[in-house]
């Protein structure tokens, strides 16, 4: 297997470019598609573009901040110590690379921001604590539980196709997720993808004599605390910044709202719903209010890709939408599916995208109006439609290292480090994902 790893890592370093990169490309291959294939000038293409380029602010800042309060989450003391003790139990590389699969699969599904962070500190962590230890696989598996996260509780796709005001609702109206996360499909693959990612990374450790051990100097103890300690006679404004009983009420109240909004709606997730939750613990977890500002301003050095790609994709939402290109696509879908097939060619179409649009929310605005058109047309399941969007995004992930960014700061390697492990998980998660389509 290891021979396989490098063949793919190469073919990443030479072939992959930047993600914003793609959402040039995009953005011009759609222009052009556009300008053959309707009746619509350049000009008239070029008024639609720049005219929807600003219409997903609202929405970018959702994504935003499920990245951010994610991050912020995995950074308190409580976390990093939970992952210290961790770290602790597995006694061979190999369970070390399972344990961090397990922990990341686990983590991602509760929240994705959260889960790249945690899998990535758990990496470290294992590495420093189990010799003879492959540091790239450790990172890559941390990358690899990230397929579960569409699945889970964060998924954008299912989360955006229930939110009142997402991008699709005049179009299909809202799917909720009783529709898509809770159905014997989405359990089937989620649970799957539990079971056996940790053991097929553990299969991908190297020989001993072709791992990559780290240098010791990055495993050196570089956590910044964002804790303060203030002097006695620290003047009023210092005292407010750094209050426990301030940070507490606030973070009891989004929780207590919280609350009684599943109690008068019932389980209804949103992505709303899902940030102020992991908002509040944050805070109350962090305890002041100035030290999770300061977990936050660092957790946004990771959006950098969310806020120059999303209004590209916006620009491109509107030319599928009122070229008429949109329409086009959607009756070729309806041309070469019927209602069986249809998951599974939604499922790959997504997958193609996210080369492309390497963004669950990015997804659901570019691929969304036309997919989901043409589910209605063809009566197939919207919520399984919904899902095999998801579950493409996903899958692709693995062979398009845009996520894996915040986790590989974290650990100080690049995509080339882990590509080819990712590649080989690519290939064996997809058994599971196409199984889940077709037979659910």
């Known amino acids: 297997m290891s021979c396989i790893v490098r063949i793919f890592t190469s073919l990443v370093q030479r ?3 930047d993600p914003f990169v793609f959402a040039i490309i995009l953005t011009i291959i759609v222009f052009a598609l556009s300008r053959v294939l309707t009746p619509h000038s350049s000009l008239d293409l070029l008024q639609m573009w720049g005219s929807g380029f600003w ?14 309060t994610g991050h912020a989450l995995a950074s308190t003391d409580l976390v990093r110590g939970f992952m210290s003790k961790l770290s602790a139990i597995p006694k061979t590389p190999a369970q070390g690379v399972a344990l961090v699969t397990f922990v990341g699969s686990i983590a991602c599904i509760i929240n994705w921001g959260f889960g790249l962070i945690i899998g990535a500190m758990l990496a470290r962590e294992v590495a420093r604590s189990v010799v003879k230890s492959d540091y790239p696989l450790l990172i890559a598996s941390a990358y690899i539980a990230f397929l579960t996260w569409h699945g889970g509780f964060s998924g954008s796709i299912p989360l955006l196709a229930a939110t009142a005001g997402n991008p699709l609702e005049k179009i299909i109206g809202l799917v909720p997720i009783k529709d898509t996360l809770f159905t014997p499909m989405n359990l089937f693959i989620t649970l799957s ?23 010791p ?28 009983v301030l940070a507490t009420v606030i973070s009891l109240a989004g929780i207590v709202y919280l609350g009684f909004y599943f109690t008068a709606k019932g389980f209804k997730i949103d992505i709303n719903t899902v940030n102020l939750l992991f908002m509040s613990l944050g805070l109350l977890l962090h305890k002041t209010p100035m030290a999770y500002a300061r977990a936050i301003t660092m957790a946004t050095k990771s959006t950098a890709g969310i806020l120059i790609q999303f209004p590209f994709y916006a620009g491109i ?40 649009v390497p ?58 480090d882990i590509m080819g492990y990712c590649i080989v998980a690519l290939f064996f998660s997809s058994i599971i994902f196409i199984s889940g389509l077709m037979l659910f």
């Not at 993808?193 to 240098?215: F, G, H, N, Q």
């Not at 006695?232 to 005292?239: E, I, M, N, Q, T």
């Open 193 to 215: 993808l539990v079971i056996v990612l940790p053991i097929l990374t553990a299969k991908m450790l190297p020989k001993e004599s072709e791992r990559k051990s780290i240098d």
């Open 359 to 416: 963004s669950g929310g990015g997804h659901w605005v570019v691929q969304g109006p036309f997919i989901m058109t043409a589910a209605q047309k063809i009566g197939t399941d919207m919520g399984h439609s919904v899902m095999a969007i998801a579950y493409g995004e996903a899958w692709m992930n693995m062979a398009q290292p845009f996520w894996a960014l915040p986790a590989l700061a974290i650990a100080g390697l690049g995509a080339r």
């Open 15 to 17: 072939y992959l470019p």
């Open 317 to 356: 939402q509107v030319l599928l939408e009122r070229s008429g290109l949109g329409g086009i696509i959607t009756d070729w879908f309806i041309a070469v599916a019927n209602k069986d097939t249809f998951p599974l060619f939604a499922f790959l179409s997504s997958a193609l995208i996210n080369f492309a």
């Open 217 to 244: 100097e990055l495993l050196k103890e570089d956590l910044v605390t964002v804790q303060r300690i203030l002097p006695k006679d620290a003047p009023l404004a210092d005292r407010l910044e750094e209050s426990r």
């Open 55 to 68: 219409n997903l602010l609202g929405f970018t800042m959702q994504m935003v901040l499920v990245v951010v």
